[in-house]
């Protein structure tokens, strides 16, 4: 088989006038163009709302009559003419930013990750390692960089969290109705779903391949949950991030093994691969065993592929490293061994930590050891990284250690709020038309200064509001279908006042991420939470892993916290954190607060989001925040070094923040009801960090720093792979 075609499936009637609506649910470009959910929405309000702003699930749903009133509406015609030719535009364009930069001989880069965040009709994320995946494909699609995405279809997704009334957290399984989601079978020459044995593995192992489209990327998704494998191997996709140590190796030999071979079958090229994290390493494995096949010797191979590689890392920790025990490895493995031509202990070796030789077989080993070009996702976290693996250069100076930064960014067109958008337009573009294709230019942003306070002050207060009715409306749904226990309409939200300073956390409920630092003593945030002059609230969410039961007990004792009177109804919890709250938190909150245990922050991203929608961040000083806070565009703490336990000094240094700096600069307000102080710097911080912050500015340093160099090292050595 030399290709396979993709086929669209029938789901839902349209009439002719309106037949590209189809073509545009299934691209995910209308995820970040509002104007084009505006067709769906525009159809008819309520289904747009039942469906969860999911356009697939929606034109699959929703009655006839209205698509049909919509084919004889003009104004609706109108619109949806202009959006489906710019669609047309968008998907036929072959220059952009790449191709003027780029312009000469092929160039395909083949983007390997174990999660993507792309949309919440999509579950296959878990945080921040897929959302930076997902914002990287969307922004590689709007600057034409040719890449292809490769992942898993999760069917179980990560997990779907239920709160109960004492503030445990339990996991639900939902499972995914592929045919309700933006996501297409790839068929073969015979028109059937395309099935691709994983080489070399015994028993075997086969996958379906699906395909999502995000914009003009292609994202290929591997799916064992099919009748042609034993029910062992049928499980391996079904969960992200299994708690199973074997089970996640079966995973990631699927995604780096079956991922790499899946390409070949569907003859696409590339000139270079980009590992996002250890997880997909054993592609690199395939690739080299492709070269022995072919009778090149086993270590002129690895050779070939090193120029061709990028090791992203994203692991300040060393616990968050897969290290998998060598007789597992043997077992899942062995066959694949000797298809390599190599020796067990040879095999071994390439996994092997050389300062901890008996720990196990490293996945971060191998993929340092099989790449040329290895990054860290911020400044601090490449010294950091540097540190953690300097045994693999010995012989090197710190400085000397082969491992950059390339500081992560977030895609401006997802996360900025529509109406924010609108904002910026009124002044942007006088002096740059297009300034949504040149987000990255800092002088742009200086316009920002020229924002009446009241208009962005207003807007911010309609987005807080859009928020606060969001978590009440979930709360009634809940109410409605006698799902929710009256316990917790308190705790999750219902009492909270758009007036109060408020508070967002929105992380993964792990230790180390620290989502309890403000509850080290409750009753100094109570006096906080209560000050009259001078009120605040909490907003939280987030998920605990399923085998994280300290990270359960943290939200559990934030949640019991927010059930008693003392905390007034300010501290509320989230339940089921996911894209679209996401969405709603980054717009709505006054300030984000970011309280990892330094140094184990390797980047963070959500903080970037909200800071281009005006939210205020105070963090402590790692990850990105070394690198944007200036002093004027938000607050900072923990700079200093502590040894031992520091969780005393860091939450009285954030108590004493709150109360001395914060609370009164967003209390101070003019005869106009205005705080322009607080405004003041809402503004630097609009200005400051999304034009640096952004993806098109981290997918533009990829490209110069490692991509080119990846695809002039293929032309080198004459080595497309195939």
């Keep these: 088989m030399t290709h396979a075609e993709l086929t669209g499936e029938r789901l839902f009637t349209l009439p002719d006038r309106i037949s590209g609506l189809g073509e545009l649910a299934y691209n995910l470009w209308w995820s970040w163009h509002p104007e084009a959910r505006m067709l769906f929405k525009q159809l008819n309000r309520e289904a747009w709302r039942e469906s969860v702003h ?112 004492d503030g445990w957290q339990e996991e639900i399984t939902i499972l995914l109705n592929r045919d309700l989601t933006p996501i297409k079978r790839v068929r073969d020459e015979n028109g059937r779903h395309l099935i691709v044995k994983v080489p070399d593995i015994d028993p075997p192992i086969y996958v379906a391949v699906w395909k999502v489209d995000v914009g003009r ?102 616990a968050g490293h897969d290290i998998y025990d060598p007789n597992v490895i043997e077992r899942h493995l062995g066959h694949y061994i000797q298809a390599l031509g190599i020796t067990r202990d040879e095999f071994l070796a390439l996994g092997r930590h050389p300062g901890r030789p008996n720990e ?58 529509p109406r924010m958008e609108m904002l910026l337009n009124g002044y942007f573009t006088r002096i740059c038309p297009h300034w949504q294709f040149e987000h990255d230019n800092r002088e742009i942003w200086e316009v920002v200064d020229e924002i009446p306070d009241h208009e962005l002050w207003e807007l911010h207060m309609r987005l807080k509001i859009k928020l606060f ?42 230790t180390y991420k620290r989502a309890d630092l403000l509850l080290h003593d409750t009753s100094r945030l109570a006096s906080i939470l209560n000050n009259p002059w001078y009120p605040v609230q909490i907003v939280f969410a987030g998920k605990a892993h399923p085998d994280d039961t300290d990270g359960k007990k943290i939200l559990q004792r934030i949640y019991q ?22 969405q709603y938190m980054v717009h709505g909150v ?90 003041a710097m809402m503004k630097e911080s609009i200005k400051t960090i999304p034009p640096v912050f952004s993806a098109r500015r981290m997918v533009k340093e990829y490209v110069r720093n490692y991509y080119s160099l990846m695809v002039a090292s293929a032309e080198k050595n004459l080595c497309d792979i195939r």
């Design 217 to 318: 990327v292609p994202l290929y998704l591997l799916d064992t949950d099919i009748p042609k494998n034993d029910p062992t191997r049928r499980s391996i996709s079904s969960h992200l991030y299994t708690g199973d140590r074997e089970m996640r190796l079966l995973q990631q030999i699927v995604l780096g093994i079956g991922g790499r071979h899946v390409l070949r079958m569907l003859g696409i090229n590339f000139s270079g691969i980009h590992l996002n994290e250890g997880h997909s390493a054993f592609a690199l494995l395939e690739l080299a065993r492709e070269h022995v096949e072919e009778g090149v010797p086993v270590h002129e191979a690895f050779e070939k592929i090193r120029g061709l590689t990028i090791f992203t890392t994203h692991t300040p920790v060393p």
């Design 590 to 679: 006054d300030l984000w607060l970011n309280t990892p245990l330094p140094p184990l922050e390797a980047s963070g991203t959500s903080g970037m989001k909200a800071a281009m929608n005006g939210v205020l961040n105070c963090s402590i000083l790692d990850g990105w925040w070394c690198e944007g806070y200036n002093g004027r565009n938000g607050w900072m703490f923990g700079a200093g070094e502590v040894k031992g336990d520091r969780t005393l000094q860091d939450a009285e240094e954030l108590y004493r923040l709150i109360e001395r700096d914060i609370t009164p600069l967003y209390y101070t307000q003019s005869m106009d009801g205005i705080p322009h102080g607080w405004v």
């Design 469 to 510: 009715n969001r978590i009440r409306e979930y709360k009634r749904r809940k109410w409605a279908e006698g799902v929710e226990e009256p316990e917790n309409l308190v705790a999750e939200g219902m009492l909270l006042n758009p007036s109060v300073l408020t508070i967002g956390f929105a992380r993964r409920f792990s």
């Design 360 to 417: 196990g077989f490293n996945m971060t080993a191998l993929a340092l050891r099989l790449s040329r070009f290895h990054n860290a996702v911020s400044k601090r976290h490449a010294g950091v990284t540097r540190d953690m693996w300097r045994s693999c250069w010995p012989d090197r100076n710190d400085d000397e250690i082969p491992i950059d930064a390339i500081t992560n960014g977030v895609h401006l067109p997802t996360w900025l709020n």
């Design 561 to 582: 916290l927010a059930e008693k009177p003392e905390m007034a109804g300010r501290i509320a919890v989230i339940e089921n954190y996911g894209e679209q709250i996401a």
């Design 54 to 165: 999911n356009p697939v699930r929606m034109l699959r749903e929703i009655p006839y009559r209205y698509l049909e009133a919509a084919s004889k509406n003009p104004r609706y015609l109108r619109e949806y003419d202009i959006i489906m030719a710019r669609l047309g535009s968008y998907m036929r364009q072959r220059q952009g930013w790449f191709g003027e930069h780029y312009p000469k001989g092929p160039f395909n880069i083949a983007y390997f990750s174990a999660e993507y965040g792309l949309h919440h009709s999509l579950p296959f994320y878990a945080g921040g390692l897929g959302f930076l995946a997902g914002d990287h494909l969307k922004e590689c699609s709007d600057l034409n960089v040719p890449v292809i995405g490769i992942g898993f279809m999760y069917s179980q997704g990560y997990l779907h969290q239920h709160i109960r009334a």
